[in-house]
């Protein structure tokens, strides 16, 4: 039996109420597998005493950590609306020269791991760094610090505004700038129009980015740890790293539950904005553009420096390193191995298939059957990306181990040879954790495109008499195939980047180029990066242009 035919199988199944049980059992049992790591960090967390446990939580320096991660979360999401939104604004609405070349150039910096744009700022801006050795003959010995918190809001800020700027931008291109016309017709102020018909539209696409930097900000690994920033992820990878296991699935706990508060936050903020939306299709929107006029020139400068900083400064410092120094030639040639690329390659095309046909099944019966069910189903799939890379990994890292523990005590010669199945730092459970995470980037784009397709169309393929399975194959899955590409290569985009659970999960001598990265930073030799970097770069740069080609 072929893929598609095991796909459309649940199709067929007998019906409850007119709801196909076999696709209800399959999209229950994903949104089960998806739950499932998050019970091994509580079971742990129950282990804990509770007297230890209170005292970890209250101590001074967790309430420190707390404080921070939270201030870094609310500084960042801030200063992404204040880029992406201007942004979004200028490459939709306004008559900014150049505007196609704008809008993939500002998107772009979602390519590059916010943990290379740290390894690069602190080469270009560091201490020692590019900018100070241009700055010594003129006189002046030192610059602002790149360290601490200013920094890691910096660069975290240029690698996760595109969420707001595409989420925003859609928005845009749906809104119906008549309506705005209307209001002015009828005496109202421009400052008011905007306030009480344009704003109320972009809420929910400034909402849906803002919660996706909000998330990614807390759940980040890399950059606070290169930058020195002490917040949650990097104290517990520090406490994994130093045998305190405990602490660390404590921390882990808190974690979750800002994660949890967050979710709740944004959900109450898109209920109360849901109601105000009057958006139009994008067919009904009007081609009215706004004149920049003397504003012009500060626009093409505003998107000119951002550009610079998220993308020519990393890639400039990177191409320097690669042809200033012979020594870092001569390491690339002995440590460097493009089977490091096709490693990052395999798994996350790996990945990206089992998401893509995961997906369909969750997003059909969510698009198709409206139910708590399946509402329940679609969003238990988001809550391992709402889950911080380095929570998940934690958590199979404890289910790993007490699986092999198991195994070992399990262990029976079968045919003469001793057998006990090996699953911690396995393959395939660093695919698990690659999928618990980016599923619902899948779902959400095979969702999208399962509502676009017309009933009439497998109506009348039943009344034709094909069976439900044939009608899916036929008529469905060729009219969604291009959200499921799109949603699978938004997937291998982001596991080519991952980071955290690539540490924890990948299996001893499998090397991937974001292990190899990283591994360079204990020798302090930032050079050798410069190889690894740009074909992560390029890697992910392809699946951007899957993912833009799909927007035509």
């Known amino acids: 039996m072929s893929v598609v035919d095991r796909l459309a199988e649940p199709f067929d199944r007998e019906e409850t109420e007119g709801r196909p049980v076999g696709l209800a059992l399959l999209s229950g049992?994903?949104?089960?597998?998806?739950?499932?790591?998050?019970?091994?960090?509580?079971?742990?967390?129950?282990?804990?005493?509770?007297d230890y446990a209170l005292s970890i939580l209250a101590r001074p320096t967790t309430v420190e950590i707390l404080l921070t991660s939270l201030g870094l979360v609310a500084a960042v999401t801030g200063a992404s609306i204040l880029l992406g939104v201007p942004l979004a604004f200028l490459t939709v609405r306004t008559d900014l020269p150049f505007r196609r070349f704008w809008t993939v150039a500002v998107a772009l910096p979602l390519v590059v791991p916010s943990y290379l744009g740290a390894f690069t700022f602190i080469m270009a801006f560091g201490p020692g760094g590019e900018l100070a050795d241009a700055l010594a003959p003129l006189g002046i010995d030192s610059i602002p610090s790149i360290y601490g918190f200013p920094g890691t809001t910096l660069v975290l800020t240029l690698y996760t505004y595109p969420y707001v700027f595409i989420t925003t931008r859609a928005s845009l291109l749906s809104f119906d700038q008549q309506l705005v016309e209307a209001a002015r017709t009828l005496g109202t102020s421009r400052w008011a129009a905007f306030k009480r018909v344009t704003l109320p539209q972009l809420l929910p696409g400034i909402t849906s980015g803002a919660l996706l930097v909000a998330l990614y900000a807390l759940s980040d690994f890399g950059t606070p740890a290169l930058l020195r920033l002490d917040v949650f992820t990097r104290v517990i990878m520090v406490e994994f790293n130093t045998f305190g296991r405990e602490t660390a699935a404590l921390l882990s706990l808190q974690l979750l539950a800002i994660t949890a508060v967050i979710l709740a936050i944004e959900s109450r903020v898109g209920d109360s904005t849901q109601g105000a939306y009057v958006g139009a299709s994008p067919n009904q929107g009007s081609d009215t553009t706004v004149s920049l006029g003397a504003w012009k020139l500060p626009a093409l400068l505003f998107c000119s420096v951002v550009v610079a900083l998220c993308l020519v400064v990393p890639i400039g410092v990177l191409l320097l390193w690669l042809v200033r120094s012979p020594e870092t030639a001569a390491r690339i040639?002995?440590?460097?191995?493009?089977?490091?690329?096709?490693?990052?390659?395999?798994?996350?095309?790996?990945?990206?298939?089992?998401?893509?046909?995961?997906?369909?099944?969750?997003?059909?019966?969510?698009?198709?059957?409206?139910?708590?069910?399946?509402?329940?189903?679609?969003?238990?799939?988001?809550?391992?990306?709402?889950?911080?890379?380095?929570?998940?990994?934690?958590?199979?890292?404890?289910?790993?181990?007490?699986?092999?523990?198991?195994?070992?005590?399990?262990?029976?010669?079968?045919?003469?040879?001793?057998?006990?199945?090996?699953?911690?730092?396995a393959l395939p459970l660093l695919i698990f954790a690659y999928v618990v995470r980016f599923l619902p980037q899948a779902v959400g784009a095979t969702r999208s495109s399962v509502r676009r397709v017309d009933r009439s169309l497998?109506?009348?393929?039943?009344?034709?008499?094909?069976?439900?399975?044939?009608?899916?194959?036929?008529?469905?899955?060729?009219?969604?195939?291009p959200g499921v590409i799109g949603g699978a290569a938004l997937v291998f985009l982001t596991t080519m980047k991952e980071l955290p659970a690539t540490l924890l999960l990948h299996p001893t001598g499998f090397e991937t180029l974001v292990t190899y990265i990283w591994g360079l930073r204990e020798s302090g030799n930032y050079g050798a990066v410069a190889v690894p970097a740009l074909a992560l770069i390029v890697v992910s740069g392809l699946s951007m242009v899957v993912i833009l080609s799909q927007e035509e």
């Open 458 to 481: 497998t109506e009348a393929a039943r009344t034709l008499g094909r069976t439900r399975s044939a009608a899916f194959r036929r008529i469905t899955l060729p009219l969604i195939a």
């Open 333 to 425: 040639g002995t440590e460097f191995q493009w089977g490091f690329a096709l490693n990052s390659t395999k798994v996350s095309l790996a990945t990206a298939l089992v998401c893509a046909v995961a997906a369909v099944p969750v997003a059909y019966y969510a698009a198709r059957y409206r139910s708590r069910l399946a509402e329940l189903f679609d969003r238990a799939t988001y809550v391992g990306y709402a889950t911080p890379g380095i929570v998940l990994g934690l958590a199979l890292v404890f289910f790993g181990v007490w699986y092999q523990s198991a195994a070992d005590g399990l262990s029976m010669d079968l045919f003469g040879a001793e057998y006990a199945p090996q699953l911690y730092q």
């Open 29 to 50: 049992a994903v949104a089960a597998a998806v739950l499932s790591p998050l019970a091994w960090i509580a079971l742990r967390v129950l282990q804990v005493d509770t």
